[in-house]
Nanobody
Framework: VQLQASGGGLVQAGGSLRLSCVVS????????MDWYRQPPGKQREFIAA???????NYADSVKGRFTISRDNAKNTVYLQMNSLKPEDTADYYC?????????WGQGTQVTVSS
């Protein structure tokens, strides 16, 4: 299983980005998909999750600004990020959470300038 995240970049405060994470293999439809982020010098933190039924969950820090979604036909999970703030600057990681374990992708860097 491999996870490939993309879509990061440099954006001004108030702007938007959409992150994508493509999952190889046949496990996508079985997995709860998460997004995490790790700000510079800080620990990795949970951002959002979408389960196999489409139910979503968000950290308070991004609720109302970020939207997680999944496309099972494309084995892809998305994170639409609006109204970005400088404190959203971090490496963003996707995770496939399965009953027997988790698989992490590499990070994609998001930098929000003030």
């Amino acid at each position: 299983v491999q996870l490939q995240a993309s879509g990061g970049g440099l954006v001004q405060a108030g702007g938007s980005l959409r992150l994508s994470c493509v999952v190889s293999g046949s496990i996508f439809s079985l997995a709860t998909m998460d997004w995490y982020r790790q700000p510079p010098g800080k620990q990795r933190e949970f951002i959002a999750a979408v389960d196999t039924g489409g139910t979503t969950n968000y950290a308070d820090s991004v609720k109302g600004r970020f939207t997680i979604s999944r496309d099972n036909a494309k084995n892809t999970v998305y994170l639409q990020m609006n109204s970005l703030k400088p404190e959203d600057t971090a490496d963003y990681y996707c995770n496939a959470r399965l009953p027997w374990g988790s698989h992490w992708g590499q990070g994609t860097q998001v930098t929000v300038s003030s």
